[in-house]
């Protein structure tokens, strides 16, 4: 039988895809990076618990495994890093040291580029969630008024050009201004901060980098989205379509109707 190992980080994703790989006829092997992962010990076929900063570990478990594809799921955020939370190993500290800069891109490209070099093929986190892609237009009952979808409009060209700087996927705007720009702190903070300045209206907007990598980081909305939009009384989350994950997509809509909220997937043109 064909195996998959799942590098596990935050959130429900890692488990919908090796539900998914395993549909496929995968053997799945995932490794939860602790503490960062909370996946229960039955969301694979076999659970391996390592610490997200021990990369040396990590690399050699992979390898034990036997696993010949990858795919990384789940949001790993550097905030760990800054706050203290993880103690990373030699070989995490190496690879760290030999990089250009700190950005996303930079180092999930490094620790993609150490897995492909045992032998094993990283593949995109798309490949095995299909179904939670987020479709083209309003999937609401409201739709945006005029000045929402000029705010979305202007939000799409203010989060494309933070992607190609590697900042980012997400911005807040109201009224055609950026009251936040999602960094470090992940994109419900991020909402919570532009959606406060706003002072109610915001619009949200999440997309891809014009150069993104599929194998690591791709966009992902979900409840806890929502609910953070409602929290500051937020009115419209977009996601590029195509290229994001919807995950919960029925009670994400259920909810959104209930608060009268619109959730648009937007295509963005290429640069």
Known sequence: MKSLGIIAGDGELPVLVSREAAKMGYHVVLFALEPVSAVPDDAADEVVRVNVGKLGTLLRRLRESGVREVVMAGKVTKELAY?????????????????????????????????????????????????????????????????????????????????????????????RAVMAVEAIEGTDEAIRRGGSLAGGGAVVVKVSKPAQDFRFDVPVVGLDTLRTLIGVGGTVLAVEAGKSLILQKEEMVRTADHEGISIVGVQCRAE
């Open 83 to 175: 706050r203290g939370g993880v103690k990373p190993d030699l070989k995490a500290i190496g690879l760290l040291m030999g990089l250009s800069d700190r950005k996303d891109d930079t180092i999930m490209k490094a620790v993609t580029d150490e897995i492909s070099s045992l032998g094993i093929t990283v593949r995109n986190t798309t490949d095995f969630a299909g179904d939670l892609l987020m479709p083209e237009g309003v999937i609401t009952r409201r739709n945006p008024s005029r000045e929402e979808w000029n705010d979305i409009e202007f939000g799409i060209r203010m989060a494309r050009e933070m992607g190609r700087l590697d900042i980012g996927q997400t911005v807040v705007v109201k009224d």
